[in-house]
């Protein structure tokens, strides 16, 4: 005899039969069918249906499609259907193979998801319609004397030079197809590839690039732009192989000529002046990390020194030395000046690229507002203009430029217990010194240049002054406003019942 069934038996029943009833078929989100026409990339032989595949990565897959386009009616239109999709905007490349060396160049494509059945209309692969072409070969040639002069290169050391580039005679933007040197022109490296069906006014792009060793995970990339040759359909074919000829001039790697290089070891001198972060910090400022938007400095008292960043390239780590004491420290100088000496020796560039940073922070500029110095070799020593922090700057994000020319009397931070009187810096200096005082009480303040015969030249300071560090700039005028003569000269503070003396020299 059959049992009714109890009511919590029936209840978990019509539950399971309205999850079935309701899940079958049923898919989340929104369809996206993908099309794109190979056709015209078929007839240029970079794609062929027996053994190449085409994919889509971007955002809906995390850029990084793996489910394959087909042609089911075979008219060169593939086609692919992506089910889940999330409603609202995509960004898309297609791809040949999954390789992003032979992948759509930029912009993304873009697309935006409404719910349900969304169809994109069929475009050509890489945007590429179908024009005339051009069957070329292309000779490249690059000057490497900088670079074996400069040590990037060593041949000798199994070091290669090789082309990158798009197409497969280039083997792709990770390719290692070497160069040769040209047997009549030393240092000079050739390569000559064969190209079928190239269209006509469609550049194609490459790179020289070294590989140390001879590996290609080795590589020194060209920093320049990319470089390319564009056929024009009347290239003309001397040697009658059926392939117009395009001819490259010789070029140096990264477009570095001699004229760029250093001829001799020079030692050069960059100095920094920080007193446009005192002045940013004073007013509320804040300094931050480019870097990770964090990192904050907030107070004079937070700043330990400053590094300088990028020289020869090395970009070390931003913040791995906050308290500025390793290789990259700059040598504190005065309250508001660093400096820092490198040598630079024989080949390396004469522009190089930096960027200062406090803290070792990445709080100078923006992102790319980094430095450039034209190094002078005609002496052993070049000291380059003094920068003022943050002058470069663009970003928003940071509080500069600001003002970096020092006042007529500077107020400085900190409160002095004593009466003090610095050494001028730069001594010996032309055209102008700074001097910085203490004064541990207030009230009347004389701080007067004399010559050595003790003859006043210039007043300074003949005022009343509250507590406090000082700076005072001295232009080598006297009190006529007139220039004076190079020499020894003494410059005293009387302050309180305290008289300091001190020696400059002013080397014209």
């Known amino acids: 005899m059959n049992q009714p069934m109890k009511g919590a038996t029936m209840k978990k029943l019509l539950l399971v039969l309205t999850i079935l ?8 989100g929104a369809t996206v069918t993908f ?20 994919d889509v990565a ?11 386009f ?9 086609s692919l259907t992506v089910d889940s999709v999330a409603v609202g905007g995509i960004e898309y490349k297609f791809r040949m193979n999954a390789d992003w060396g032979t992948a759509e160049g930029d912009p993304n494509r873009t697309y935006d998801v409404v719910d349900g059945a969304n169809e994109i209309p069929v475009d050509w692969y890489n945007r590429q319609e179908p024009a005339a072409t051009a069957s070329v070969e292309a000779l490249l040639q690059v000057d490497m004397s900088v670079q074996l002069l400069n040590g990037n290169f060593d041949p000798d050391a199994g070091d290669l030079i090789v082309v990158r580039g798009a197409p497969s005679q280039y083997g792709g933007w990770g390719g290692a197809i070497a160069m040769t040197e040209d047997p009549n022109t030393a240092n000079v490296y050739i390569i000559i590839n064969q190209f079928d069906n190239i269209p006509v006014g469609s550049a194609v792009e490459y790179k020289f690039v070294i590989l140390t060793g001879g590996d290609p995970n080795a590589a020194i ?19 009658d192989n059926g392939y117009g000829e395009i001819l490259q001039p010789v070029e140096y790697f990264a477009d570095i000529t001699p004229d760029d290089i250093i001829m001799q070891d020079v030692t050069v001198t960059f100095s920094v002046d920080i007193s446009s972060v005192y002045r940013a910090l004073a007013a509320g400022d804040t300094l931050i990390d480019t870097q990770t938007g964090s990192d904050d400095i907030v107070d004079w008292s937070e700043v330990a020194g400053v590094c300088i960043n990028g020289i020869m390239s090395q970009w070390w780590g931003w913040g791995t030395d906050t308290t500025c004491v390793g290789e990259w420290a700059m040598t504190y100088v005065d309250t508001f000046k660093y400096s820092f000496d490198y040598l630079f020796t024989a080949g390396q560039a004469k522009n190089q690229e930096y960027k200062y940073g406090v803290n070792s922070l990445d709080n ?19 000291v380059a203009p003094e920068d003022c922090f943050g002058e470069t700057n663009t970003d928003t994000n940071l509080p500069f430029p600001q003002l970096c020319a020092p006042l007529a009397i500077e107020e400085m931070p900190g409160i002095p217990t004593e009466y003090t009187l610095d050494q001028n810096y730069p001594n010996p200096f032309n055209p102008s010194t700074a001097i910085n005082f203490s004064i541990a009480k207030a009230g009347a303040v ?7 015969l003790g003859q006043e030249v210039k007043s300074l300071v003949n005022s009343a002054r509250n507590v406090g560090n000082y700076r005072v700039m001295w232009d080598a005028t006297n009190n006529n406003g007139e220039k004076v003569n190079s020499g020894l000269y003494i410059y005293r503070l009387e302050a309180g019942n305290k008289m300091l003396t001190n020696k400059m020299v002013l080397m014209k």
């Open 35 to 54: 099309n794109v026409n190979m056709a015209f990339q078929i007839d240029l032989g970079n794609f062929d249906p027996a053994s190449d595949f085409v």
């Open 70 to 78: 087909t042609d089911a009616d075979g008219d060169s239109v593939y």
């Open 58 to 68: 971007g955002s809906l897959n995390g850029w990084g499609g793996s489910d394959h």
């Open 221 to 239: 990339w060209e920093g320049s732009p990319n470089r390319s040759w564009t056929p024009n359909g009347a290239e003309e074919d001397t040697d």
């Open 446 to 452: 004389k701080l007067t240049v004399y010559n050595v």
């Open 21 to 28: 009833t309701f899940g079958v078929g049923m898919t989340f």
């Open 364 to 382: 100078e500029s923006g992102f790319g507002n980094n430095r450039h110095v034209l190094i002078d070799d005609a002496a052993a020593t070049y």
